[in-house]
């Protein structure tokens, strides 16, 4: 780890677990939020979110293969019209500088989810993409994530 960020600066932390509960007090489904953060983690290359949004996905009863499969979303079977459409808001808004997020991807978001889902589906995707620069920025050790419970 080049710094250990929790510790050195505990208002940053502060500040990101707020976007975090925010999203938490929304009406959007755990299993999907750990989703989009297992996708937004692996398009940025982020070992140590994958670990532990894998270990919190599992936690929480998410099959495995969904998670193996999340790399390759769009041709598993295994998600839902909502999660598709949740999985590719996150990779347009993830990929920013390649991706426009065309109003068809929008069409399709509004089909699944109401405006205060889409705007705490957005902020989930911000707060992650946020993580994801700290965990790769200053080298997180991965692995050594460890769900509260204590379960892996």
């Given at each position: 780890?080049?710094?250990?960020?929790?510790?050195?600066?505990?208002?940053?932390?502060?500040?990101?677990?707020?976007?975090?509960?925010?999203?938490?007090?929304?009406?959007?489904?755990?299993?999907?939020?750990?989703l989009?953060?297992?996708?937004?983690?692996?398009?940025?290359?982020?070992?140590?979110?994958?670990?532990?949004?894998?270990?919190?996905?599992?936690?929480?009863?998410?099959?495995?293969?969904?998670?193996?499969?999340?790399?390759?979303?769009?041709?598993a079977?295994?998600?839902?019209?909502?999660?598709?459409?949740?999985?590719?808001?996150?990779?347009?808004?993830?990929?920013?500088?390649?991706?426009d997020?065309?109003?068809?991807?929008?069409?399709?978001?509004?089909?699944?989810?109401?405006?205060?889902?889409?705007?705490?589906?957005?902020?989930?995707?911000?707060?992650?993409?946020?993580?994801?620069?700290?965990?790769v920025?200053?080298?997180?050790?991965?692995?050594?994530?460890?769900?509260?419970?204590?379960?892996?």
């Amino acid at each position: 780890m080049r710094i250990d960020y929790r510790h050195v600066f505990p208002a940053a932390i502060d500040a990101m677990a707020g976007l975090e509960k925010t999203v938490r007090t929304s009406t959007l489904e755990p299993e999907l939020l750990e989703l989009v953060k297992l996708r937004a983690s692996q398009l940025n290359g982020c070992g140590y979110c994958v670990d532990m949004h894998t270990k919190d996905a599992t936690a929480i009863g998410v099959d495995a293969q969904r998670l193996h499969l999340a790399v390759a979303w769009r041709e598993a079977p295994c998600y839902s019209e909502r999660e598709r459409a949740a999985l590719a808001w996150c990779e347009a808004v993830t990929l920013l500088s390649s991706s426009d997020v065309p109003d068809e991807l929008y069409d399709e978001v509004r089909r699944h989810f109401d405006d205060e889902e889409i705007v705490a589906l957005t902020l989930a995707v911000v707060a992650i993409n946020g993580w994801n620069r700290f965990a790769v920025g200053l080298r997180s050790p991965v692995g050594s994530y460890q769900p509260a419970d204590g379960r892996t």
